[in-house]
C-alpha cells in the first residue's frame, strides 16, 4: 500500500472510530433520558395516585393543587390533606407502583403535625417488603418551606439502579461495540506504526545504497586502471585478483542497482516511456544463446512465436529487464540440466506470453508471496543462491505500471510458467 493511501486509511479510520463512539455515546444519553423522563413521569402518576386513593378513603377533600413535590432528584413530597395510618400508606403505594409498573427501592417517612417531624417507615424493597426500619430522611425536606400539615416524604433510592437495569442490554452491546472500536483503533495505531517503520526503513536502504554508490565506482576504475596497465609489469595473481575484484564489483553493483530500482517503484518514481515494440525480437535478444550460456549447466531453449499481432506498447528497457530477470531467476533456481520453454499466441487483441522452466519449481503457498518485495523462498539452512528477493517485486511492478496481467503456475520439482497477458497495437 502506497504512503497516501496509508495516511487517508489512517485519517478515514480515526474520523469514523470517532464518529462511532460520538454517535454511540449521543445514543446512550438520549435513551437514558428518554427512560429517564418516562420514568419520572409514572413516578408522578403513581404518586398522584396514592394521594387521591388515600384522600378517598379517609374521606378528605382533594386539594386542586399538584399534591406531588420533587425536592431532589430521587425524594418527593406528596400532600394527602387528612391523617392516614402507615399500613394504609404502605399498601396504597404497593399497589400504585405495581400498577404503574414501578419496581424500585425506596423509603418512605410521614409527616408527624404534632412534633412537626418526619417519622421514618422503613426501607422497602422493589417488592414491597421492610428491608430496614431504620433511616432518616430530613434531608429530603431540610430546604423545602412546607405550609400543609399532612404529607409523607418516599425517597427512590433505588431509581438510578432501576435505569442501570433497564439499559443493561443496551450497555452490554455499547461495551462489545467499544471492545471493536479499541480493536479497529490498535490497529489503525500499529498501521501508522508500521508506515513510520517502514518510511525508517526506505530511508535507510536509500541512503545505504546510494553511500555504496562512490565506494564501487572507486573500485572499479581502480581495476580497470589494473587491468589495462602494462601486463609485463605486474604479476599474473595480481592481474586474476584485480578480475575477480571487477567481477565481484559488478555484481555488487547491480544488486546495489536493484535495491534502487525497488526504492523508486516503490515510490512511484519510475518513468514509463512507452514505444512500438516486436515482442518476438526482444525475446530473441534476450533469450539468445549468448545470455543463457553458462559453463556449469546445460540449457536448451525452445520459442515457439506464433501470435501474428506481435507489436505492443511498452517501455523496452524495463520489459528487457523483465525477461532478463525471469532468465536469471530459470538458470539459479536449477539444476545442471535446464529447459525454457517461450510461447505467444493471439487472442481478442491481446498476445499470450508464457515463460516455462524445468527449475526447481515454487510450493503452491508461496505463489502470492514470491512477488513481495524482499521475499525469497524458504531454503533452511542453505543459502547458496545469492540475491535480495527483489527480482519478481520489480517484474509485478512493471507490469501494474503498464497495465499487463502477470500469473504464475509452478509446482515444486516441477518447475514454473509465467503467463503475461498483454495488449497488442
Not at 461495551?175 to 498501521?191: G, K
Not at 525480437?281 to 549468448?290: A, G, H, P
Request: hydrophobic share 35%.
Amino acid at each position: 500500500m502506497r504512503v497516501k493511501q496509508i495516511r487517508l486509511t489512517i485519517i478515514l479510520g480515526t474520523i469514523s472510530l470517532l464518529g462511532i463512539i460520538i454517535i454511540q455515546i449521543y445514543w446512550l444519553f438520549t435513551v437514558w433520558n428518554s427512560n429517564q423522563s418516562k420514568l419520572n413521569e409514572q413516578i408522578w402518576q403513581a404518586l398522584k395516585q396514592v394521594a387521591a386513593e388515600t384522600n378517598a378513603y379517609n374521606n378528605c377533600q382533594t386539594s386542586y393543587q399538584n399534591p406531588v413535590i420533587q425536592t431532589t432528584e430521587s425524594c418527593y413530597v406528596v400532600d394527602v390533606s387528612c391523617t392516614y395510618s402507615n399500613a394504609t400508606l404502605k399498601h396504597l403505594i404497593t399497589k400504585s407502583f405495581f400498577e404503574n409498573e414501578i419496581n424500585i427501592e425506596y423509603e418512605l417517612a410521614n409527616h408527624n403535625c404534632e412534633t412537626n417531624t418526619l417519622e421514618y417507615i422503613g426501607k422497602f424493597s422493589e417488592t414491597g417488603h421492610l428491608i430496614t426500619e431504620t433511616g432518616d430522611l430530613e434531608s429530603c425536606v431540610s430546604d423545602l418551606n412546607i405550609d400543609v400539615p399532612y404529607f409523607f416524604c418516599i425517597n427512590l433510592s433505588g431509581k438510578t439502579y432501576y435505569l442501570f437495569k433497564q439499559m443493561r442490554l443496551w450497555l452490554i452491546l455499547s461495551l462489545f461495540l467499544l471492545i471493536i472500536v479499541s480493536f479497529f483503533a490498535y490497529a489503525i495505531y500499529n498501521s501508522y506504526r508500521q508506515k513510520q517503520l517502514n518510511e525508517l526503513q526506505k530511508d535507510f536502504i536509500n541512503n545505504m545504497t546510494h553511500e555504496f554508490k562512490t565506494p564501487i565506482s572507486s573500485i572499479g576504475i581502480a581495476c580497470n586502471v589494473l587491468l589495462n596497465s602494462n601486463k609485463d609489469q605486474i604479476p599474473e595473481r595480481f592481474l586474476n585478483y584485480a578480475s575477480i575484484i571487477k567481477q565481484e564489483n559488478e555484481r555488487l553493483n547491480s544488486q546495489v542497482e536493484n535495491v534502487l530500482k525497488a526504492a523508486r517503484i516503490e515510490k512511484t518514481k519510475t518513468i514509463i516511456e512507452k514505444e512500438k515494440i516486436d515482442i518476438h525480437n526482444l525475446i530473441n535478444e534476450v533469450f539468445s544463446e549468448e545470455n543463457s550460456n553458462r559453463p556449469d549447466k546445460n540449457i536448451v531453449i525452445h520459442k515457439e512465436l506464433s501470435a501474428e499481432h506481435k507489436n505492443i506498447l511498452a517501455d523496452k528497457l524495463h520489459i528487457n529487464n523483465i525477461l532478463l530477470n525471469l532468465l536469471d531467476n530459470a538458470i539459479k533456481y536449477s539444476h545442471n540440466e535446464l529447459s525454457i520453454y517461450i510461447n505467444t499466441y493471439n487472442r481478442s487483441n491481446k498476445i499470450y506470453l508464457s515463460i516455462t522452466d524445468t527449475g526447481i519449481g515454487i510450493e503452491k503457498k508461496y505463489h502470492k508471496k514470491v512477488f513481495d518485495k524482499f521475499f525469497r523462498v524458504p531454503t533452511g539452512d542453505i543459502h547458496n543462491i545469492k540475491g535480495f528477493g527483489l527480482g519478481l517485486f520489480y517484474v509485478k511492478e512493471i507490469c501494474r505500471l503498464h497495465g499487463w496481467k502477470i500469473e504464475l503456475q509452478s509446482e515444486q520439482g516441477k518447475g514454473s510458467t509465467f503467463n503475461f497477458i498483454i495488449d497488442t497495437v
